[in-house]
């Protein structure tokens, strides 16, 4: 019976049963997934994409350092610096903001080469 006329539908020809029998003929081909060399997971990426993908991804934490090197001198300079904020910077506190940026480049600079020499001599700082 159908479920909006009230008609009798009529049955569907009756298709044989599968029968699942020991035949493995369809099992039987020259195809063999066992002999591939092993995977290494990661979604099938190669290697050079593993490279390219390492390669961008130190090249964005380096903009990121990059980005917060920046804001920690904006901060470091205004707070130095600029005694009443106004729509523009006095010569004093420009040469201000030029002489704290210089300043903290060569900090790191010292910084950076004293570390250097550390690890290749492998004594103390």
Known sequence: MSWFRGKKEPEPES??????SSDTSAFEGSTNFASGPPSRGGGGATSAGMGDLQA??????????????????????????IQKPSS???????????????????????VLGRLMKSQQGGGDI
């Open 15 to 20: 298709t044989p049963e599968p029968t699942f």
């Open 56 to 81: 961008a991804m130190q090249i964005e934490q380096q903009k990121a350092q990059m980005q917060a090197i920046v804001s920690r001198l904006t901060d470091l300079a205004f707070t130095k610096c």
């Open 88 to 110: 523009s910077l006095s010569s004093s506190e420009q040469s201000c903001i030029n002489a704290t940026v210089l300043k903290y480049f060569d900090t790191s600079e010292f």
